[in-house]
């Protein structure tokens, strides 16, 4: 082979080769960065944290593929701009919660948080077994997004202010903060002033009596929130948010334009993460409860009957929505179906679910856990 044909060999060869990086799927030799755009900010504990970690996983796992930067709330868009801007692809990635598009379709309000609904251990069973990831995903492709899950809250810490709600004329006249459409709605029912605030807008409106209580999220945010400062009553139980979820939407296109080997390792990022923000999540809400035991604050149990005639207005408000939005009826049928299923089990374990935590001598186990070596 003389120099001029090697050299026409060696020019074709990097034609080659650069044609076929070029038109590689989208993860293909090269490191893709990506901007993450949060809805939470490092105020709200625990919940940004959940959305850090997943992303922490996602460059674990992909390291040499993708790298993702994390932005908090407002560093890119608004929280409420993040859909917005996945949906369009202005940014690739959202860190959220279903329950805060409600206002697009009610069905994302309820896989975000089913007003008087399933526990948290129910909606991770729905997510991974009962066909809600599938669900999800189909409602997000309906939007240009795709979906998973990566994280779900157990119940929400309840309802904070100066007034006590123990039975269900209590709530007449009252105004009260509360996110979810359908919580709101069911507020109306009990005679509440509804209100919508932004979570940092409460402590003002909370100091200043322009509502009377209000309900944000778990006991870390709550307290990363500033209410151990001005709210002394603690109502309880948390019926407008049994669970909540959290997760990820990732623009449709951007997606499809990864290699299979990525999109499985985000999917399985986003699986782990579910672990973990899970339960840490209920790791703080232990912690943050004592402190705010530790601060004095008053917990207000609503009574047995109240609870149970809130409950069917919860029904009376889901059915009423179900016939109005068919995929709306779609998932809460799919998670009642789930619920149904467990219900069978459930009965028999409830003795222990319901029991309070008991513990034995911890000092004994310290010290005979102090001789291992």
Same mark, same amino acid.
């Given at each position: ?5 090697g ?10 080769? /650069?044609t ?5 799927p #989208? ?6 960065? *990506?901007?993450a ?10 919940l940004d ?15 040499g593929?993708?790298?993702?930067k994390? /932005? &908090?709330?407002?560093e890119?868009v608004s929280?409420f ?5 996945v ?5 690739p990635?959202?860190?959220?919660t279903?329950?805060y *598009?409600a206002?697009?379709?009610?069905a994302?309000?309820a896989?975000?948080?089913?007003v008087?609904?399933p ?6 069973t729905?997510? #991974?077994?009962?066909?809600?990831a599938?669900l999800?995903?189909?409602? #997000? ?11 779900v809250?157990?119940?929400e810490?309840?309802?904070?202010g ?5 039975k269900i ?8 903060r509360?996110?979810?459409?359908l ?6 029912d009990?005679g509440?002033a509804?209100?919508m605030?932004?979570g940092?807008?409460? #402590? ?10 209000a ?11 500033g209410?151990?400062?001005?709210t002394?009553?603690?109502n309880?139980?948390?019926w ?6 959290v997760g990820?939407m990732i623009?449709k296109?951007?997606?499809?334009s990864?290699?299979k080997?990525?999109? &499985?390792?985000?999917?399985w ?8 923000s899970?339960?840490? /999540?209920?790791?703080?809400?232990g912690?943050?409860?004592k ?7 008053k917990?207000?149990n609503?009574?047995?009957a109240?609870l149970a005639e ?6 009376k408000?889901i059915l009423v ?6 995929l ?6 799919s998670?009642?179906q ?7 089990f ?9 029991r309070?935590v008991?513990l034995p001598?911890?000092e ?10």
């Amino acid at each position: 082979m003389n120099r001029k044909s090697g050299l026409s060999l060696l020019v074709i060869l990097v034609t080659v080769v /650069f044609t076929l990086v070029a038109s590689a799927p #989208y993860g293909m030799g090269q490191v893709i960065k *990506w901007r993450a755009a949060s809805v939470w900010t490092p105020a709200m504990g625990a919940l940004d944290k959940g959305a850090k970690h997943f992303v922490e996983v996602v460059n674990e796992v992909c390291k040499g593929e993708l790298e993702v930067k994390h /932005f &908090a709330a407002g560093e890119i868009v608004s929280t409420f701009e993040v859909f917005g801007a996945v949906q369009t692809g202005t940014i690739p990635m959202g860190l959220e919660t279903p329950l805060y *598009w409600a206002g697009k379709n009610t069905a994302f309000g309820a896989m975000g948080s089913l007003v008087g609904g399933p526990s948290q251990m129910d909606m991770i069973t729905w997510i #991974y077994q009962g066909g809600g990831a599938e669900l999800a995903d189909e409602l #997000y492709a309906k939007f240009g997004a795709k979906y998973f899950f990566t994280g779900v809250l157990g119940a929400e810490s309840g309802i904070r202010g100066r007034k006590e709600f123990k039975k269900i004329d209590d709530f007449k006249g009252a105004k009260i903060r509360m996110s979810g459409q359908l919580q709101g709605l069911v507020l109306k029912d009990l005679g509440v002033a509804h209100s919508m605030l932004a979570g940092q807008e409460l #402590y003002q409106a909370l100091e200043k009596g322009v509502i009377d209580a209000a309900e944000f999220s778990t006991p870390d945010v709550d307290w990363g929130l500033g209410f151990q400062d001005i709210t002394k009553v603690w109502n309880v139980p948390a019926w407008h948010q049994p669970s909540s979820t959290v997760g990820v939407m990732i623009n449709k296109k951007t997606w499809d334009s990864l290699s299979k080997g990525l999109q &499985a390792k985000i999917k399985w990022a986003a699986m782990a993460s579910t672990l973990w923000s899970s339960t840490h /999540f209920n790791s703080e809400s232990g912690i943050y409860t004592k402190k705010f035991l530790d601060k004095g604050v008053k917990v207000s149990n609503l009574d047995t009957a109240s609870l149970a005639e809130i409950q069917k207005l919860c029904f009376k408000n889901i059915l009423v929505e179900a016939e109005k939005n068919p995929l709306f009826a779609k998932v809460v049928l799919s998670i009642y179906q789930t619920m149904a299923t467990l219900g069978y089990f459930r009965t028999m374990e409830l003795g222990l679910l319901s029991r309070p935590v008991t513990l034995p001598d911890l000092e004994t186990l310290r010290l005979a856990a102090a001789k291992e070596k």
